[in-house]
């Protein structure tokens, strides 16, 4: 029986590289997507793709249930991927800002996996991946909003994977750094939308680091979206899968810092890079 698999977020970067990846190694795949015209446009390209909006929580039921229609109420696999960022300091960010994300990078995940849990556990087993995010476990200065959201996620999935023992269900997380992707575009819109920098106190920190913020130069680590397909893969296919992918050098080292620092020195590293 073919193996079938739910990844969100699939208009571009990594979860239109992942749905490509997978169905060319003989999985269905269904390619959700926010928008309908972006739906639309991954049918043409050969995939099934349901809409499925986090913040559109009806979409989430009836992306679901499109899903389940067609594989006959079985899922093997759900790749929870579709999340943004909110670049600002925590003083200038609104709290309906906090709440807005929460629900495009928690709340919505959260609902969508519990939908999922059920249909696994009817069938005996089945992989929940989680893509969250090197500022997951070691936060920056200026992401706070999505620091919070992907803090939340890591503590949310920790607390899953021990609860899901013995059921043959895995909740696995991949812990990406810098990724060619629209990231940083979306989040500059975001920023646009939410940010009242010019009336902030620390104005002259945003317009000193505004040409970073707007900047489209790729990172000396960042890597393609490939790196993360392949960690998903292994997720998915294997037999024993990890219950943490670091994917990049910056996730690497950040890790290794976290335990060999202080909290002290760690902040002081991190706040001047």
């Keep these: 029986m073919m193996r079938s698999i739910l990844i969100t977020g699939c208009s571009t970067g990594i ?20 928008k309908a015209e972006d739906c639309d446009r991954l049918q043409s390209e050969g995939l099934l793709s349901p809409r499925i909006d986090y913040e559109e929580h009806n979409t989430i039921a009836s992306g679901l249930t499109e899903v389940l229609e067609v594989t006959g109420g079985r899922l093997d696999a759900l790749f929870n991927n579709g999340a943004y960022a909110i670049p600002g300091l925590v003083e200038d960010l609104p709290t309906d800002a906090l709440r807005t994300i929460f629900e495009a990078n928690f709340f919505g995940w959260h609902d969508l996996t519990r939908r999922c849990l059920p249909v696994m556990r009817a069938q005996g087993h089945g992989r929940i991946v989680q893509n969250s995010s ?140």
């Design 15 to 34: 979860g239109h590289h992942a749905a490509h990846a997978l169905s060319a190694r003989g999985w269905q795949v269904f390619a959700a997507c926010r």
């Design 134 to 273: 090197v500022l997951g476990f070691a936060a920056a200065p200026w992401r706070g909003a999505y620091n919070a959201s992907k803090f939340a996620l890591e503590g949310l999935t920790d607390t899953l994977r021990m609860e899901l023992r013995g059921t043959g269900i895995a909740a696995i997380l991949i812990e990406p750094g810098p990724i060619t992707s629209r990231f940083r575009a979306n989040a500059r819109d975001q920023f646009e939308k939410w940010i009242d920098w010019k009336s902030s106190v620390r104005r002259a920190d945003y317009e000193r680091l505004m040409d970073r913020l707007y900047s489209n130069a790729t990172g000396r680590f960042e890597r393609g979206p490939e790196a993360v397909t392949r960690a998903l893969i292994h997720a998915v296919e294997s037999s024993r899968p990890r219950a943490r992918y670091r994917v990049t050098v910056p996730t690497t080292l950040a890790m290794a810092m976290k335990r060999a620092l202080t909290t002290k020195a760690a902040d002081r590293v991190v706040s001047n890079s």
